[in-house]
């Protein structure tokens, strides 16, 4: 599983940086999505998989006497989940504005902020 | 010593942000209590700043959860002179806004994300909690996006484009760290991860993660191969926006920097010469940069790269003494770097463009304006009285010590580039006369003669406050420096910070 796991991670990052490098600008947005999914299943993963043992005390007992699955890395991917939702939907909005502003997907074209003077 | 008196300044702002938000559209009423607020925080940070220098460090645990299983805010001296300047910032920004921002940016709740961003700001100061900072991180940045494309014109949506994909990178990377901390010592505290990570064997793997920290940290802080995104996006915004992005959102990515590799990752000699290295190429690449730069706010963009080099290499050195001079640059270079965007805003309003080859006689139409803009320029290049000058000397004396010539050859070169591209700018702007105008080009009508007296004092008076606290910088520097000294020292013995976080027992038991 954690090798299944591993390999998974490797992708989405590859994949990631990989669009991130081509011109496109919604090619750009997949990239940072598919980069930012292989971080959360990274913090997953580094959190150890722990199958079938949730976080709960059993009513009969006052402390945790089995191995357990460590909640923390799925409060902090939930976390990282909801920040990341806002931002991906915030980004989804700019490149619609910059696309109805210059008429263009390409991010070679933005060059009004480019000195042209030197 | 414990107290939840160390959260209020970002309580504040946080409840200000949603007071404005209530008054959505109701503009003057937004302003008056953004001024108001932002003098009642500067109040509390003088406090905070006065407790944490008598008191010690203080420590607020959220929820009562004891560290390290709870989120931890910390406020040692770094903090809360962290918190102290960012407030000034804040204030003049603020008080600057009520005329040099646009009436339309100010009903689509310029206010309220003001405020959002310097409780972000605030927040990533005090917390003590790696994954909290995370959090206070992505907060800033959505601020600092809306902020950088409220209004939307064509050249801030392209900037902003450039801006959003870094920082969204960056904030990958962060987090990738983050997990692989996670990993190798199952705690985010920051005190508890100092101790469990100088326990780790695996040091390849620790300092990997603290490399991927430094990327992402480098990113937000502008440092050599990082930057580019810095000087094609800073210049478009509006100039009170720019002034919080130049004087404070880099020198975040600063603070963070400082508290990891000093408090966690203590950097081995492999990481101190990459970090030496870096400042050199940011410091070069920085002033050449700012030398063939037309446009005004895009050449102070690159003297913000330029000086941001000024602070990894006090990292680089890694000695108390440069360490304190590094810190003095950074407090020196929020409130310079703050005031140098409000000054371009202000010529700006005068003359209708940051071109230099189109400015000029700004000395003979504005003689008192021009003096203190000559002191804002002059504490930035460092003339020894003035504030930029004596954090050079510690780090001049600290790379003689190491015998880092290069990095000194760097700072020696940086520093006569930055007081050249000033000389240039000021006779180009405020000396030579001003060029007359193509046929075909509209007259501009100056916008700043227009203002009522009063609207002038507010767009003036953030300049004079953030110039007299440079000049007490500069004057007293004495005083700044027994700070910068103090907080080097807890840098470098990080006891006291751990045992105020964990209690007396955490160092005995390793």
Redesign the interface.
């Given at each position: 599983m954690e090798l299944l796991f591993v390999v998974l991670i490797g992708i989405l990052y590859g994949a990631g940086i990989y669009l991130?490098l081509r011109r496109s600008?919604v090619k750009?947005l997949v990239g940072?999505l598919l980069?930012?999914n292989?971080?959360?299943l990274?913090?997953f993963?580094?959190?150890d998989l722990i199958k079938g043992h949730p976080p709960v005390i059993s009513p009969d007992s006052s402390v945790f006497t089995a191995i357990y699955a460590?909640p923390?890395?799925q409060s902090?991917i939930l976390?990282?989940i909801v920040?990341?939702f806002?931002?991906q939907s915030?980004?989804i909005i700019?490149?619609k504005?910059?696309y109805l502003?210059?008429g263009s997907d390409n991010?070679d074209d933005?060059?009004?902020?480019?000195?042209l003077?030197? | 010593m414990t107290s939840n008196f160390i959260i209020l300044p970002l309580l504040l702002h946080m409840a200000t942000a949603i007071v404005l938000m209530f008054l959505w559209k109701r503009i003057t009423a937004q302003r008056i209590i953004s001024v108001i607020s932002n003098v009642i925080i500067l109040i509390v940070g003088i406090l905070l700043f006065i407790q944490t220098w008598k008191t010690g460090i203080i420590t607020m645990q959220a929820g009562n959860w004891p560290a390290p299983f709870g989120i931890t805010f910390v406020a040692d001296v770094f903090s809360s002179t962290m918190v102290l300047f960012t407030a000034i910032s804040a204030l003049a920004v603020s008080i600057y806004s009520t005329v040099g921002i646009n009436r339309a940016r100010m009903k689509y709740g310029y206010f309220p994300i003001f405020h959002f961003l310097f409780m972000g700001l605030n927040g990533a100061f005090l917390t003590g909690d790696v994954?909290n900072l995370?959090?206070w991180f992505?907060i800033v940045?959505?601020s600092s996006?809306?902020l950088m494309?409220l209004g939307?014109k064509?050249?801030q949506?392209?900037?902003?484009?450039?801006y959003?994909?870094m920082n969204?990178?960056a904030?990958?990377i962060f987090?990738?760290a983050?997990?692989?901390l996670?990993?190798l010592t199952?705690s985010?505290n920051m005190a508890d991860l100092s101790i469990k990570i100088a326990q780790i064997e695996n040091r390849g793997l620790v300092n990997v993660t603290g490399l991927l920290f430094f990327i992402g940290f480098g990113i937000k802080s502008a440092v050599f191969p990082l930057y580019y995104w810095l000087p094609?996006?800073y210049?478009?915004p509006p100039s009170a926006i720019a002034a919080i992005f130049g004087g404070l959102l880099t020198k975040v990515g600063i603070y963070a920097l400082f508290r990891f590799f000093t408090l966690i990752f203590i950097p081995n000699e492999f990481i101190t010469t990459a970090f030496s290295l870096i400042a050199v190429a940011t410091l070069i690449t920085g002033a050449l940069g700012s030398i063939?730069?037309?446009?005004m706010r895009?050449m102070f963009s690159y003297l913000i790269v330029c000086h941001i080099g000024f602070m990894i290499a006090g990292l680089g050195l890694f000695t108390e003494v440069a360490l304190a001079g590094a810190l003095f640059y950074l407090f020196h270079d929020i409130i310079v770097k703050t005031n140098l965007f409000l000054v371009s805003g202000i010529i700006y309003r005068i003359k209708g463009t940051m071109?230099m080859p189109k400015l000029g006689s700004l000395y003979a139409e504005y003689p008192k304006l021009s003096l203190i803009m000559a002191i804002v320029f002059f504490s930035l290049v460092g003339i020894p009285p003035l504030s930029g000058f004596w954090p050079k000397i510690n780090l001049f004396q600290a790379g003689f010590f190491a015998g880092d010539y290069l990095l000194i050859a760097a700072m020696i070169i940086a520093s006569f580039v930055t007081l050249y591209v000033i000389a240039k700018m000021w006779t180009e702007v405020f000396w030579k006369t001003e060029p007359p105008l193509n046929p075909e080009e509209k007259v501009y009508i100056d916008g700043f003669t227009i203002l009522k007296p009063f609207s002038k004092l507010l767009l003036v008076f953030p300049v004079i406050m953030l110039m007299m606290v440079s000049l007490y910088i500069g004057f007293g520097a004495e005083n700044i420096m027994v700070i910068s000294k103090h907080i080097a020292a807890q840098m470098m013995d990080t006891s006291p910070y751990i045992k105020a976080v964990l209690g007396n027992e955490a160092l005995n038991i390793q």
């Open positions: 991130m600008m750009l940072l980069l930012g292989g971080a959360n990274l913090i993963l580094l959190g460590d923390i890395p902090l976390t990282a920040i990341s806002g931002l915030f980004a700019l490149l504005k910059v502003a210059t991010l933005l060059l009004n902020t480019h000195d003077d030197i | 994954f995370y959090v992505e940045i959505i996006f809306v494309t939307g064509k050249p949506m392209e900037s902003a484009i450039k959003v994909a969204m990178l904030s990958v987090l990738t983050i997990a692989i996670y990993g199952g985010l094609s996006s210049h478009t063939i730069k037309r446009d895009r071109d």
